[in-house]
Structure formats: structure tokens, C-alpha cells
């Protein structure tokens, strides 16, 4: 995959108004000699992949992309063109009656090109900074 995902501070946990957050930037960087579409980025427990802890899609992953030395197409700000690199500011809830994930790890549905069919890749796994 043409795509580079990479977390670059260890993500650590937070609070706010009395809720958990697992909180860190997930850098994104496309290879790809054309556009790399981003549709979802799931975050999820490495140790249970299936569920994921949350999603990011549509308006709320548009929210939350920063694009390094340029600004997102108004008309497609989920977009990663050749060499163009964004970042994710993530802060992902933790349900209060389920267990703090040691770590995660993310699947990202992108479409690449003029492919019709989505994309499926893995992150590999980054351990989390409990802090307390």
C-alpha cells in the first residue's frame, strides 16, 4: 500500500469532563503517484480487532485531518495527493465498562486511483501511556 501511517508520540490517556480519552496523532503520508481517498480510519484494541473502539468517517474524519504545508481541497478534504502528508488528532473515547486497551492499532478504507473497490490496510500495533 502506498499509504505510510505512523504514530510518533506514544498515545497517552487524558481526561475531560470527567470522560477517558486515548489521545495521539496518527501522521499519514501517500506514495501513491495519484489520489489516495481516505474513506474510514477505525482504532482499534490490539488485542480485539474486530470491534473497534471508534471510527472516524465522512464529516468527523474531515474535521479532524490537518494537512502539513497545505490546505485540504474544500471540495475533497479527505484527499492525500502525491507526497502530501495530514495528520489525524485523535481523541478516542474509552468506554467506561470496558477495559483500557495496552494498546491499538488501526484498519484505514482508502480508495486508491480509480480503483472502485476499497482498500483494506493494517497499522501495526503502538502500546499506550496509561501515565498513572
Partial sequence: MPLHAEILQTPALAFAGGEKYIVYELHLTSFYPGSIILQKIEVLSAANSQKPLFEYCDQILA?????????????????????????????????????????????????????????KMLTGQKKINRGF
Fill in 63 to 119: 474535521r479532524n485531518l490537518k494537512y502539513i504545508a497545505s490546505s485540504p481541497d474544500p471540495l475533497a478534504p479527505r484527499t492525500l495527493d502525491y507526497g502530501r502528508r495530514a495528520v489525524l488528532f485523535a481523541w478516542v473515547p474509552v468506554n467506561k465498562r470496558s477495559p483500557i486497551p495496552s494498546a491499538i492499532m488501526h484498519r484505514l478504507t482508502v480508495l486508491v486511483g480509480n480503483r472502485v473497490e476499497p482498500v
